[in-house]
């Protein structure tokens, strides 16, 4: 009987699993104790799995498009939630402080606060990329994926200006930059026009589904510097709290009882 649970306890975890560096033993035959017991555990590669594949089954089941921005339909935690400079870009609230040369973020309008400027759906406030300034743009509450045609929107104001764009692939490493031209989307917020860049995570050999929570936004330092006004995830994935809370709870606890039974087994033995 126990035996029989821990089995499917076991298929449950390993059909969640994806490739890990230590293969588990085939057989019972094959397990020492004291020797590679780590390979009984739950690797990280399994958690971070059973997350995306969370997010998935939200993306799914909850898709709710709440926010309409000219052609382009989101969901309502779509857009970047925290902005951050690259370095060595500075944030600038008058026009006055722009130092030539020195890469900025130019608030608009002034005495915008840099978080509000940048994140969220509000596109009547943004920020100005100027002497090849760059922002970072990081989703927390959602994420993006390399779905069906364009994945993500970069919004920006008056004139169209280009981007250029790079993905973050995990810890500091990120895509090359890929330049995007916009175009107007036939709306104004703020009173001014809003133009929009729409992002394939294909342009960058990004494979299909892969999930994406950080983009780099920088001045094409061949023309004028354009103003960010927003990203919006059109490709997105959403956790909802108490769904995923539940189902993480019963993954970590039938986990943690196919280990346990395992020790008492290995005890046994
Ligand atoms: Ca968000
Ligand atoms: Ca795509
Ligand atoms: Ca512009
Ligand atoms: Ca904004």
């Not at 943004?126 to 994420?143: C, S």
């Not at 890929?178 to 394939?200: P, V």
């Not at 490709?235 to 009882?257: D, K, L, R, T």
């Amino acid at each position: 009987m126990r035996r029989a649970e821990g089995g499917s306890q076991r298929r449950l975890s390993r059909s969640f699993a994806l490739p890990c560096r230590t293969r588990r033993p085939h057989s019972e035959r094959d397990f020492h104790p004291g020797i590679n017991n780590r390979s009984y555990g739950m690797h990280k590669s399994s958690i971070i799995a059973i997350a995306g594949l969370v997010a998935m089954l939200s993306a799914a089941a909850f898709a709710d498009p709440h926010i309409t921005k000219g052609p382009y339909t989101f969901e309502d935690n779509a857009f970047a939630d925290r902005a951050e400079p690259v370095d060595p870009t500075v944030v600038v609230n008058d026009p006055d402080d722009l130092v030539p040369g020195q890469p900025s973020i130019l608030l608009v309008p002034a005495g915008v606060g840099f978080q509000q400027a940048l994140t969220g759906s509000d596109l009547s406030k943004g920020g100005g990329l100027v002497y090849g300034g760059a922002v970072e743009l990081i989703f927390e509450d959602n994420a993006f994926f390399n779905g069906d045609g364009p994945d993500l929107v970069l919004f920006e104001s008056g004139t169209p200006e280009p981007f250029q764009v790079a993905i973050g692939l995990g810890g500091d490493e990120f895509t090359a930059y890929e330049f995007y031209d916009t175009k107007s989307l036939g709306f104004s917020e703020g009173g001014i026009g809003i133009n929009g860049a729409a992002i394939d995570l294909n342009d960058f050999g990004l494979d299909a589904g892969a999930w994406f929570t950080r983009v780099r936004v920088k001045e094409d330092p061949s023309d004028e510097g354009p103003v960010l006004r927003g990203a919006g995830a059109l490709n997105s994935g959403v956790v909802p709290e108490p769904i995923s809370m539940a189902f993480m709870a019963s993954a970590f606890a039938g986990v943690v009882g196919w280990r346990l039974r395992r020790r008492a087994r290995r005890r046994d033995t």
